[in-house]
């Protein structure tokens, strides 16, 4: 198990592992969140075939917060659909230059989609996703939609909400096919908010039909002494597994972090900082 470096600076983290390999080297997708911007970013880290950091970067930052930026592979070409709910919509992006420059192409949903998750599955595109609403929405229920083709007509299932509950419903990380049979891993926000990964098992998929059985639970123990409050990202590529363990922490300084928030909004100082440069 090889663990991402920590960050340079406190108030940060990253989650939301999605990975890839490509000759020789791994490339670890993640979201980067900033409490003092209360933005987060899509950052990459490389590693050769030492399980050694090569490189590092930012893959992706617009003006609103990205996260989940899960991968998809169709007609050669590389695409992310990251979670970017605040823009009101849910954006496709396509790899320019791997693994630093993406271009959106497409809008998926003309709905703020939470942590969705796109496989393909028989002869059609099947999404996961959760939707923002009161009372913890997206943290209980499990929307589907349906596509022939990755850049759409997206449709939504006849029996959206499909799933519904704090415990097993809000997408967790890659979609995956197992003896033929497709597998969702799914977070448990029953306690809190990410607090394991439950996995289900998808036993019928329609247009207008879908049932799932749990299968497995993952617990954050064990993992990273001190960080047993969570485990919320199951994601995999080939014979690679990616997830992330949390730590939950109180700081004396949340107040002034607070207040730098809120005065680098009021400069228009919380931006990625291309967009400030381009601004001055």
């Not at 490339?27 to 030492?50: K, L, M, P, S, W």
């Not at 592979?73 to 823009?87: A, C, F, N, T």
């Not at 891993?185 to 908010?193: F, H, L, M, N, T």
């Not at 949390?246 to 400069?267: D, G, T």
Request: charged share 25%.
């Amino acid at each position: 198990m090889v663990w991402l470096p920590a960050g340079d600076r406190s108030f940060q983290f990253v989650a939301d592992p999605f990975g890839i390999e490509r000759d020789g080297v791994v490339t670890v997708f993640v979201e980067a969140f900033d409490y003092r911007v209360r933005r987060g970013e899509i950052h990459y880290f490389q590693y050769d075939r030492n399980d050694v950091l090569i490189d590092q970067g930012v893959a992706l930052a617009e003006p609103f917060h990205l996260s989940y930026p899960s991968l998809i592979e169709d007609g050669g070409e590389l695409y992310m659909l990251p979670e970017g709910y605040k823009s009101g919509v849910l954006t496709l992006y396509r790899c320019v230059r791997f693994p630093d420059r993406w271009e959106s192409v497409q809008t998926l949903l003309d709905v703020p989609a939470i942590d969705a998750t796109v496989v393909r599955s028989g002869a059609r595109w099947w999404m996961f996703y959760a939707l923002p609403g009161p009372d913890d929405r997206a943290m209980r229920e499990l929307h589907v939609a349906w596509a022939d083709r990755l850049e759409g007509p997206w449709t939504a299932h006849a029996g959206n909400p499909v799933r519904t509950g704090a415990a097993d419903s809000r997408p967790g990380g890659s979609a995956f096919e197992r003896e033929g049979v497709l597998h969702l891993p799914v977070q448990d926000c029953s306690g809190a908010y990410g607090s394991r990964i439950r996995l289900l098992r998808i036993d019928s998929l329609g247009p207008d039909r879908f049932e799932a059985t749990e299968v497995r639970r993952f617990e954050p123990d064990g993992f990273l002494d001190g960080f047993s409050d969570g485990l919320h990202t199951l994601s995999g590529t080939g014979g690679m597994t990616f997830i992330d363990v949390k730590s939950v922490n109180r700081s004396p300084l949340e107040r002034y972090i607070r207040a730098q928030y809120k005065l680098r909004r009021l400069f228009r100082l919380n931006g990625p900082r291309s967009q400030r440069a381009k601004a001055a």
